[in-house]
C-alpha cells in the first residue's frame, strides 16, 4: 500500500489540553486527603495509615489493571480509554459526596478506589497521544505537555485542600468545608466528562509523522499483544530503565504522599504551608518536565539528559534532607522547589525515552510498564518511609529514599542509547 500523507491536525492541541484537564482533575483526588492527612484522620476517626492507603489505593489498583487497560489501549485506541477514565473519574468524586459523615470511612474508601481505577486509564496515555497526534519535531513537548496536567493536579491537591478545609475542632463546621471541596470536584469532573464525549477523537485523519504512518500500515493481524509485552521484557535497556524510573518515581510518590506529616512533625501548625510545599515542588517540576521535553525535541539527547536530572534528583533530596530540620520554612521552600524541578521532570523523560528504546512497539504498553514499576516502588517506599519517620525520624526516612535514588542514578549509567524511534524517521525521510 502507498504510505499515507503526512499532515499535521488542529484539533491535536485540543485533545491534548482535554486529556491534560480530566488527568489533573483525577491527580488532585489521589492527594486531596494526604495533603491535610492530619484534619482526616480527626474527621473520619481513623489512624495516619488508614488515611496513607487512600493515597497508596491509586498505586495499588494500578498494578493488577494494567495489561488489561494496555491491551484495551491497542485494540480499542485511544477514545474508549478517555472515555471510561474520565467518566470514572466523575463517578468515583460523586460516590465521596456520599462519604460526609464520621462513620462513612468505607464510603470515601469506595470513591478513591473508583478513582484509583481511572487513573489506570490516565496514566499510560501520555506517549501514546504524543506519538498519535503530534509530529516528529513536537512528540517529546506534547508528552511533557500531558504529564504536566497529571502534576498540576498534584500541585492543587497540594495547594487547594489546606486552603478549602481549615483544621477545626467542630466535625460539623468540617463536613460543611469538606463537602465543599467534593461538591466542587465532581462538577469540574463531570464537565470534563462532556468535553471528552463531544471532542475526544481516535486519531487525526492523517499521520503526524513517517513513523506514525509505518505503524498504521502494518497489518492488523502482525500484532500481537502478548509477543509486545515479552519483546519488551527481553530488551534490556527498557528494563534498566523501567527499574531507573521505578526508583525515582516511587521516591516522588513516597515523599508526596509523607510530606504533610514531615512538615508538621518539624513545623506544627503549618499545614497550609505544608501545602504550599508541595506545591512549590510540582510547581518547580512541571518547568523541569517542560523543559526538558523542549530540550529533547532540539538535541534528542535521551540518555545524557535522563542521567544529568537523575543525578541532579539525588542531590536535591540529599540537600532537601538536611534542611527539613533547621527551623526556616523558607529554606525548606527553595530546597523542596530545587528536588522538583528535577525529580518531577524526569517523569516524561522517561515515557520518551522509553517510546524510542522499544519503537515500534505501542507506547501504551511501554509506559504502562514504567507506570507499573512506579506503583511497586511507590506502595515499598511509603510503607517503607512512614515506618522508619515513625521510629527513627523524619532524617532516617528520607536518607532511605537517598539511597534508592543513588542506585537508580548508577543504573540509568548503563542504559544504553538505543534511539529506535528516531532511526525509523531519519530512514523514512531519505527514502
Known sequence: A????????????????????????????????????????????????????????YMLAYIPLLFPVAWLLDKKGLRLIALAGSALNAVGAWVKLGSMKPHLFPVTVLGQVICALAQVFILGMPSRIASVWFGSHEVSTACSIAVFGNQLGIAVGFLVPPVLIPNVEDVEKLAYHISIMFFMTAGVASALFILVILVFKEKPPNPPSRAQASIQSRPTAEYSY??????????????????????????????????????????????????????????????????????????KTYKQTTLVIYIMSLVGMII???????????????????LGFFMTGYLPLGFEFAAELTYPESEGTSSGLLNVSAQIFGIAFTIGQGQIMDRFGTKAGNLFLCSFLFLGTVMTAFIKADLRRQQANLENEQT
Not at 489540553?17 to 492527594?31: G, K, P, R
Not at 530488551?235 to 525515582?248: H, K, Q, R
Not at 499545614?271 to 525535541?297: F, H, K, P, Q
Open 2 to 57: 502507498a504510505p499515507a500523507e503526512v499532515r499535521l491536525s488542529r484539533r491535536r492541541w485540543a485533545v491534548l489540553l482535554l486529556f491534560s484537564s480530566y488527568s489533573l482533575c483525577n491527580a488532585f483526588q489521589w492527594l486531596q486527603y494526604g495533603s491535610i492527612n492530619n484534619v482526616f484522620v480527626r474527621f473520619y476517626d481513623v489512624s495516619a495509615f488508614a488515611i496513607d492507603w487512600l493515597s497508596m489505593s
Open 320 to 338: 532537601y534532607t538536611f534542611t527539613l530540620s533547621l527551623g526556616h520554612l523558607w529554606v525548606v521552600f527553595v530546597t523542596a522547589g530545587m
Open 226 to 299: 502478548v509477543q509486545s509485552i515479552l519483546r519488551l521484557l527481553r530488551n534490556a535497556n527498557f528494563l534498566l530503565l523501567m527499574v531507573t524510573y521505578g526508583l525515582n518515581v516511587g521516591c516522588f510518590y513516597a515523599l508526596s504522599t509523607l510530606l504533610n506529616r514531615m512538615v508538621i512533625h518539624h513545623y506544627p501548625g503549618e499545614e497550609v504551608n505544608a501545602g504550599r510545599i508541595g506545591l512549590t515542588i510540582v510547581l518547580s517540576g512541571m518547568v523541569g518536565a517542560l523543559i526538558s521535553g523542549i530540550w529533547l525535541d532540539r538535541t
